[in-house]
Each structure stands twice: as C-alpha cells, then as structure tokens.
C-alpha cells in the first residue's frame, strides 16, 4: 500500500522504506541502504565497461601520444567523480531517486523533459549493446559447438538481462561485485596481450611522438567523460543505496576511483591496437589478432559479460524508474516494459556500417543536453536550495512543485545552444550558461516564484 501511495505522488506519500527485498524499489526515500563502500565501488567499477571507450582511444590516435592519453583519461575520470558526487548528494542524503530529485528544480510536470533525455539514449543503448553481446556469444558458440544463430543468441541474450534486472538492486549489486573479478582480469590479459604482440608499434607510433597538451587534449577529456556524462544526472538513483557515513571528498573518490581502472585500460587498448595497426575497430582488430583459442574466446565472453554489468546498471535503471512515476507502474512491470522496448530498437539496423552517421548524430544531438540538464540541478540543490530539501513537498503533486518549471527548461536549452556550437568541448561549454541562466531566471523572474521554498 505505501509503494502505491508513493507512485501517487501524494503528499503523506513520502514515508522512507525501512526494508527492501529483491526487486521491491519504489520512489519513496530509500531508508535501508544495501551497499557499503566496496560494493558501491565494485558496483560502478563492473557498470562501467563500455564498448565506446574502446572507440574513444582509437579517435585520439595521431592527436596524443601515450602519456597525454593517460592524463587525459585520468583526468576526465577525476572530473566525473567531482561531478557525480555533486549530482549524487541529494539522493545521498534523502535517500531519493533522480526523477524526485529533478521536482526541484524543473516541478513534477517538468521531469519529464531530462527523464526523455535520459529514458531514450538508455533504451537504445540497451538493445544496441544487447545485440553486440548476443553477438559475441554466437561468436564463441559457432567456435567451439558449430551453431550459428544471432537472432536466438539475441532474444535468449536479452530476456537473461530482463529476469536479472528484475531482480533490483540486490541482483545488481552480487552481479557487479562478483563480475568486477573477471573484468578486472581480462582487462589485464588483454592490456598485456596487446603489449606483447605490438609493443615495437606502440613505441613507434604513441611513445616517439610529440602529441599536444593544447585544445585537442582537453577535447580529449570530454570524450572520455562523455562516455558517463548519461549517469551524471541519474547518479541519486544508486547514491540512495549506498550506506551513510562518507563525506565528498570520500564520495568523489569513490567515484572517481571505480570507474578509471576500466577506461584506462580500454582506452589505452582502443589507443595502442589502432595505433600499432592503423584499422579503427580495436575490438575487432584484437580478435583477429589473438594467436590462441582461450585468448579469443576470453575476449569474447568479456564482451558479452560487459554488455551485462553495463545494460542492468546504466540502461535499465534510468528508464524503469521514469516510467514508474510517468505511468504509476511497479518495478518489475516497468523493467520487463524497457527489455521489450528495447527489441523495437532494431539494433540489427543501428550496427550497419551505413546506420553510423545517423546514430552519431544521435548522440551529439542528446549529449547536448546532458551538461545543461546537470548544471541546472546542481545550482538547483547547491546554491537555490542550499542542500535542503522539503521531502514532503516533492511528493505532493499540488504543492509549490506542480505543473512545469520553465524556467530550467529555458536554462537547459540555453546550454544545449551553446553546446551545439562548441562541440569538441560542449559539456565544458554548456555548464556555465546554463547554470547563471537558471539562477538569474529564478531570481528574477516573478513567474517562477512558487518554485521558491
């Protein structure tokens, strides 16, 4: 009865969960926290491989050599870490997710706009990744048994994730701590594989070379920050499970720390194999070269193990919880709701050579609109409401909350402009415009005055 109260959104709504069983979330404040520091470290350490990053050192080569990369990477992960403990802090302390948090600053109409621009990027992203794990699977079935299927890998492939994402955050959180084991291992296999096999290359083409500390380094930065910058406005959904007693610094540490190990490596490995061979698809570029059966059949598995620990983390979670407060829905209904959504992705299509153009556009047309939509929050919480926050009245639907606040809405678009214009550094570019804008609209403007506490 009080999960259905809390999908209400009414205001005696709000009455903190005291306990969670496996696949039992709600909107309502998150009272038992199930994760402790390693965990909530290993959790985001296992969310956090993806494929992109492969493709975001193979993009650098030629532009910095070997030592730049890595600043650049490992400053990019530090810049995420900061970013998502801002971000993370209110759904840290109240216990709240993203789309509750979001009634701050955009109301409870107004969530709907960064809940469509995080929902969308995450079920196409799942049912694309799902394809290539599935893919990596059929690949290692056709090897070792002779059967040959993609289609069937897919769907069995995708209905496994389903059943596992039922299962909340207490599947997530065995499922990425147990995995981070053999993620961190094969990484390592494969980082000394391709050492081994291109090292006169390497130092030839990444070592030997000048490279750049100027604006294609820090461009460099933002890619790799890029690849997180989705989870940067949900961050309060997982925030909300960690247990209390860690302070910023600890948290952007945290943060930090889990997720630069794996985008050092892949990075890196992204950067040496395209480096050393000249061909952009390090992963397909590795699998050729691998002299060995296991070898090619651990990368395999890793590749599709991958797609797991990202999809259940990083695609299920955002767009299950924003169709359970847009339609009032229960967890496991909303879940199965975006596994089957992602089927209609047809991400047969979006792998084609002649799809790229298209889905790149997609991503620099969203990710436009990712840094706004951080910056407003973050001025929101920090400076607006100064890192107080009346529970009560982000449950209630006819309170100082409802309706749209179009004053965020201006702000995130305002930022989304300019990020448009400044595209190598457009989540750099968008923070600052959007943020003053959305606090001199707040400030100023009389319309938006109820959205004052």
């Not at 973050?378 to 639907?397: G, N």
Request: aromatic share 14%; charged share 10%; with cysteine.
């Amino acid at each position: 009865m009080q999960n259905e109260q809390v999908l209400t959104g009414a205001a005696s709504a709000h009455e903190p969960v005291q306990s969670k069983a496996a696949g039992e979330e709600s909107l309502a404040p998150q009272e038992t926290r199930i994760m402790g520091r390693l965990s909530y470290l290993l959790a985001w350490f296992g969310g956090c491989v993806s494929i992109g990053t492969f493709a975001m050192g193979s993009s650098i080569v030629g532009t910095l050599n070997l030592l730049q990369a890595c600043a650049a990477i490992a400053i990019g992960c530090f810049v995420i870490g900061i970013a998502l403990a801002f971000n993370g802090a209110a759904g840290y302390k109240y216990g709240i997710p993203f789309m509750v948090q979001a009634r701050s600053a955009f109301g409870f109409a107004g969530t709907r706009f960064p809940g469509l621009v995080r929902a969308v990027p995450a079920i196409v992203w799942y049912g694309f990744q799902s394809w290539i794990g599935a893919g990596a699977i059929n690949a290692v079935s056709a090897s070792l048994f002779g059967f040959d299927n993609l289609v069937f890998y897919f769907v069995v492939f995708q209905f496994l994730q389903i059943g596992l994402s039922m299962l909340g955050f207490q599947g997530i959180k065995w499922l990425e701590n147990f995995g981070s084991v053999f993620i961190l291992a094969s990484l390592v296999y494969m980082f000394y594989s391709v050492i081994d096999r291109y090292g006169d290359e390497i130092t030839t083409n990444l070592v030997n070379i000048e490279g750049t500390w100027g604006m294609p380094f820090w461009g460099a930065t933002m890619l790799f920050l890029g690849i997180y910058s989705t989870m940067m406005l949900n961050v309060s959904d997982y925030s909300r499970e960690l247990k209390k007693g860690s302070g910023p610094g600890l948290l952007a540490t945290l943060y930090a720390m889990s997720i630069l190990p794996c985008t050092l490596f892949m990075g890196l490995i992204g950067l040496m194999v395209s480096g050393a061979t000249g061909v952009s698809d390090p992963i397909q570029v590795f699998a050729s070269a691998v002299d060995n059966q296991a070898l090619l059949i651990t990368t395999l598995l890793f590749i599709a193990f991958a797609q797991v620990t990202t999809n259940v983390l990083n695609n299920v979670v955002p767009p299950t919880y924003i169709l359970m407060d847009v339609f009032k829905l229960k967890f496991r209904t909303a879940t199965i709701l975006v596994g089957l959504a992602a089927f209609g992705t047809f991400p047969w299509e979006l792998v084609k050579e002649e799809s790229s153009a298209g889905l790149q556009t997609f991503v620099q047309t969203y990710s436009a609109f990712l840094g706004p939509i951080f910056a407003v929050m973050v001025v929101d919480y920090f400076i607006l409401r100064r890192r107080t926050l009346d529970i009560s009245k982000l449950y209630d639907e006819k309170g100082p909350y409802r309706g749209v606040n179009y004053a965020a809405i201006i702000a995130s678009l305002v930022g989304a402009v300019i990020a448009l214009w400044f595209s190598s550094i457009s989540w750099y570019a968008s923070l600052i415009p959007a943020g003053v804008t959305y606090y001199l609209l707040m400030n100023n403007w009389a319309a938006c005055a109820r959205f004052r506490d």
